[in-house]
Nanobody, 126 residues
Framework: QVQLVESGGGLAQPGSSLRLSCTMS????????IGWFRQAPGKEREAVSC????????YYSDSVKGRFTISRDNAKNTVYLQMDSLKPEDTAVYYC???????????????????WGQGTQVTVSS
């Protein structure tokens, strides 16, 4: 059974950095594109970023482009989300998910992801 587990969330000050990790068990990360989503209180879950399995292609939402960096270490079965220059509006529960495909096809749509982690809370506040 495929499981995804996020970690690395916490409380951060505006302008600081956090790195989230998403570790897959039960299968090999190589076969999946992996996306990051977030959901703030009272808001819809939104796509943040996606990394394709083999091509190395990366995608970002406009709200995080230039501040967040997605990367993957297939040997560790782990995807990372490096979050720099954090803003209070980045506060949300962050989820990773495995895409049905190896590429980030229509990556911002939740229905294109099969397995989801339980989420990790990120709070940006002074």
């Amino acid at each position: 059974q495929v499981q995804l587990v996020e970690s690395g969330g916490g409380l951060a000050q505006p302008g600081s950095s956090l790195r989230l990790s998403c570790t897959m068990s039960g299968y090999t990360l190589d076969y999946y594109a992996i996306g990051w989503f977030r959901q703030a209180p009272g808001k819809e879950r939104e796509a943040v970023s996606c990394t394709s399995s083999s091509s190395g292609s990366e995608y970002y939402s406009d709200s995080v482009k230039g501040r967040f960096t997605i990367s993957r270490d297939n040997a560790k079965n782990t995807v990372y989300l490096q979050m720099d220059s954090l803003k209070p509006e980045d506060t949300a529960v962050y989820y990773c998910a495995s895409h049905y495909a190896t590429i980030c096809n229509r990556w911002s749509l939740r229905e294109n992801y099969r397995y989801w982690g339980q989420g990790t809370q990120v709070t940006v506040s002074s």
